[in-house]
């Protein structure tokens, strides 16, 4: 009577199930990977590259790859082939794909380098092996130092390895600390590619990326320092007219450079340099590459004279160069023609005469703002000087809700109008990490007027949205929506005077890493304050980036100008 009450079956508990099952596929997975080391077990033959063999288990393979499965399996020739022919494929790529196919663990050894690395991914990709592809990918994620990012891009960008250079593109906009150094073993193609698609963090000007250029060329690059051909490359009349062009810019631009803000940056008062252009003009340097000659050969850049001139003329906005920079560094190695050098200095004449002032000029982040900002290339492909250099249109650094009522310039793009009630204007830079430091300056005045951060794009700018905006107003009252409230005492800690006259300008320092906001009248009250610098606004939503805003009424005007930002903070793995 019990005996047909009983179970039909032996019965085990579900984590004893489990555990079994674990136990049985560890064994599997065991036994696979030692077929590779089972000669009779290995009925396949790759002949690769120099006639090296990769021999296989014919049935792993197909298990774990569709490209496989039809290859050995299906209606190809190779199907009845014991030996399969491979002549451009490497043998120790296509080792670690089979390999991985017959459950070995795949590992970034030692002696792992990334050209290796990226011809493993390709072959992967080829073979159908998705999950080697995405932990290769997983490695070149967790980069972020300059010269791995170059091996990197050296291998993947003439492999077209499209995904791999996807999520380069993405390291080196988040998290690549880049300097003068940074393209040093990068190939022209790397760098290339680095400038065409990477959004740089805000403290990179242009000029420092043409430095890092420089300092990537090879040791031989023949230097030209011809004295009486780098003083005839413009006509007497032209050259006249630049020289006090340029003598005016470099008395303004010196406003800049001898900031008391350039001396640091730190909410609690700046202690330590971070000026964008700080060592872009060294102090009379016997050749534009004296300073790279006199490095040991294993830290020398590989670029030819020809690859800085097609870099520069293709890849880098000639006028966004600092002035000092271009007569010092780049006009003696005679990689630009007469024409080139005319096309630069008047995009400078023609901005400098509309209003923009040389220090606004070179130290926006054009290369961090959402739309691009490029004069490159500078010639077309019938050798002519491009329509950017003619036009000499630059995309307005501001903007707001569709049908706001903003009015923008690509004469003036620092500046904007408001032609209706009280809208808000966000700078296209999202500012991710670091400090920064910028300057609003009322053009016109109206009737109501406030500076600060933003966390919304134009996508759904709006003043209704709850917590979005933090601002200071004109009449020093905060606007801004709770749970965040300009602190107590801000306005007279700090001395705050009332911007709301045409001429007025105010200081705004965003602190991301402290989450921090905070204005100052100038920037000497700011770096000369006795002690901590008072914050306006703690405890800011850093996670997704802020944007520089202002709030305006009708006919109200403003302007900015971009002071500093700090490097990104070092890279450490």
Request: hydrophobic share 40%; proline share 5%; aromatic share 8%.
């Amino acid at each position: 009577m019990g005996d047909t009450l009983a179970s039909p079956c032996p019965f085990m508990s579900r984590l004893e199930e489990e555990e079994e099952d674990a136990k049985h596929r560890q064994e599997f997975a065991s036994a696979a990977r030692t077929i590779l080391d089972r000669p009779e077990l290995l009925d396949v033959t790759f002949v690769c590259e120099r006639s090296r063999k990769v021999k296989a288990n014919r049935a792993l393979l197909a298990s774990g790859s569709e490209y496989f499965s039809k290859l050995l399996y299906g209606d190809m020739k190779e199907r009845s082939m014991d030996t399969i022919p491979l002549p451009t494929v490497k043998a120790g790529s296509l080792q670690a794909v089979v390999g991985y196919l017959h459950g070995r663990f795949f590992r970034w050894e030692s002696n792992s380098c990334w050209a290796d690395m990226v011809d493993i991914y390709c072959l992967a990709e080829q073979y159908q092996v998705d999950s080697l592809c995405q932990r290769i990918l997983l490695f070149v994620s967790r980069l972020g130092y300059a010269h791995e990012i170059g091996d990197l891009l050296n291998a993947a960008v003439v492999r077209h390895a499209e995904e791999i250079l996807k999520i380069a593109v993405s390291v080196m906009n988040n998290v690549l600390v880049f300097n003068s150094s940074s393209f040093l073993g990068w190939r022209k193609e790397s760098i290339k590619y680095c400038l065409d698609f990477v959004r740089f963090h805000p403290n990179v000007t242009e000029t420092l990326i043409a430095e890092a250029v420089l300092a990537a060329a090879s040791s031989n690059v023949d230097v030209i320092a011809n004295k009486e051909k780098c003083e005839h490359i413009l006509s007497d009349e032209e050259l006249m007219a630049l020289k006090s062009l340029t003598e005016s810019i470099s008395l303004k631009f010196g406003e800049v450079s001898g900031n008391p803000a350039c001396s640091g940056v730190d909410s609690g008062g700046p202690t330590s340099s971070c000026s964008p252009s700080s060592s872009s003009l060294p102090s009379t340097p016997s050749s534009p590459l004296s300073s790279l000659l006199s490095l040991p050969s294993t830290e020398q850049g590989c670029l030819s004279k020809e690859d800085l001139e097609e870099i520069f003329t293709g890849h880098i906005s000639l006028p966004l160069l600092e002035p000092g920079f271009m007569r010092e560094k780049v006009e003696p190695l005679g990689i630009l023609r007469q024409e080139i050098l005319t096309a630069i200095y008047r995009v400078h004449s023609v901005c400098f005469s509309r209003g923009i002032s040389p220090s606004c000029f070179f130290t926006i982040p054009w290369r961090s703002l959402k739309q691009r900002v490029s004069f490159a290339p500078v010639e077309t492909d019938r050798g002519e000087i491009s329509d950017a250099y003619r036009k000499v249109a630059l995309p307005s650094l501001w903007i707001g809700a569709p049908n706001a009522g903003l009015v923008t310039s690509e004469e003036l793009p620092q500046r904007v109008s408001c032609s209706d009630h009280h809208q808000i204007a966000v700078m296209q830079l999202p500012l991710i990490s670091g400090k920064h430091v910028w300057r609003i300056r009322i053009v016109k005045k109206c009737a109501s007027f406030a500076v600060g951060v933003s966390s919304i794009d134009n996508t759904h700018l709006t003043m209704t949205i709850p917590n979005a905006h933090w601002m200071l107003s004109s009449s020093c009252w905060s606007y801004v929506t709770a749970p965040w409230e300009l602190s107590r005492m801000f306005v007279r800690a700090a001395g705050i005077d009332l911007f709301d006259k045409t001429g007025a300008s105010i200081i705004v320092v965003l602190d991301m890493k402290k989450r921090t906001l905070t204005f100052a009248n100038d920037l000497e009250s700011y770096t000369s304050y006795g002690g901590e610098y008072p914050v306006a606004f703690y405890g800011l939503p850093c996670d997704a980036g802020l944007y520089p805003a202002l709030l305006m009424s009708c006919s109200g005007c403003a302007e900015i100008e971009w002071i500093e930002s700090s490097p990104r903070d070092p890279f450490v793995r």
